[in-house]
């Protein structure tokens, strides 16, 4: 067995093979593995708080029970928001025929309120220590348990969320983060 591998590593020598792999190497295997790296999305960011807040919407002449998601900027930094949605909605998380859905990704956009109160802005900038709020309409309102679930290590490795996966870009100074959190 020895004899053949001194064999084969003496061929590869002899047809410059160590060097082939390593052009193969940076051609392929690092400008793919540098794509990848910047395509990765993370649970949250350090200082970006997340919220859920039990309250109600008016979807045409309807109320709906709803969840406030209250975004909180405590980074240092600026944070500007933007391609906030929900997706993959389980069954533990009903939402309501009215509620806007693109077809096309099969997620429900969220708009953040403006200073009056209206759900019509598709980003919004946060200074430090300020809060943006967003509003997702469900059909029942939602139980305690709710509000106190931590998704596991496992469930979000497995990318099985229990409810929905909430999804943002956040720029956090010059940083920019995909965010996928799955609840």
Same mark, same amino acid.
């Given at each position: 067995?020895?004899?053949?591998?001194?064999?084969?590593?003496?061929? !590869?020598?002899? @047809?410059?093979? $160590? @060097?082939?792999?390593?052009? !193969?190497?940076?051609?392929? =295997? &690092?400008?793919?593995? +540098?794509?990848? &790296?910047?395509?990765?999305?993370?649970?949250?960011?350090?200082? +970006?708080?997340?919220?859920?807040?039990?309250?109600?919407?008016? %979807?045409?002449?309807?109320?709906?029970?709803?969840?406030? %998601?209250?975004?909180?900027?405590?980074?240092?930094?600026?944070?500007?928001?933007?391609?906030?949605?929900?997706?993959?909605?389980?069954? @533990?998380?009903?939402?309501?025929?009215?509620?806007?859905?693109?077809?096309?990704?099969?997620?429900?956009? =969220?708009?953040?309120?403006?200073? #009056?109160? @209206?759900?019509?802005?598709? #980003?919004?900038? =946060?200074?430090?220590?300020?809060?943006?709020?967003?509003?997702?309409?469900?059909?029942? $309102?939602?139980?305690?348990?709710?509000?106190?679930?931590?998704?596991?290590?496992?469930?979000?490795? +497995?990318?099985?969320?229990?409810?929905?996966? =909430? #999804?943002?870009?956040?720029?956090?100074?010059?940083?920019?983060?995909?965010?996928?959190? &799955?609840?």
């Amino acid at each position: 067995m020895s004899e053949w591998i001194s064999t084969a590593w003496n061929w !590869a020598r002899a @047809n410059d093979i $160590p @060097n082939w792999v390593v052009v !193969a190497f940076t051609a392929v =295997l &690092w400008p793919a593995a +540098l794509f990848f &790296w910047q395509q990765r999305k993370v649970q949250g960011v350090p200082g +970006l708080e997340v919220h859920f807040v039990d309250c109600k919407i008016r %979807i045409g002449e309807q109320q709906h029970a709803a969840i406030d %998601i209250v975004f909180t900027n405590h980074t240092g930094s600026v944070v500007y928001i933007s391609g906030a949605r929900v997706r993959s909605c389980t069954k @533990n998380f009903p939402v309501p025929v009215e509620a806007s859905r693109d077809v096309a990704q099969n997620s429900y956009h =969220l708009k953040f309120t403006d200073s #009056e109160g @209206n759900y019509v802005m598709r #980003e919004v900038t =946060l200074q430090t220590s300020q809060s943006g709020k967003t509003c997702m309409p469900a059909s029942q $309102p939602m139980q305690r348990e709710f509000f106190s679930h931590t998704a596991s290590y496992v469930s979000r490795v +497995l990318r099985r969320p229990k409810y929905f996966v =909430l #999804e943002y870009t956040a720029m956090v100074g010059t940083a920019r983060y995909s965010i996928s959190t &799955w609840y």
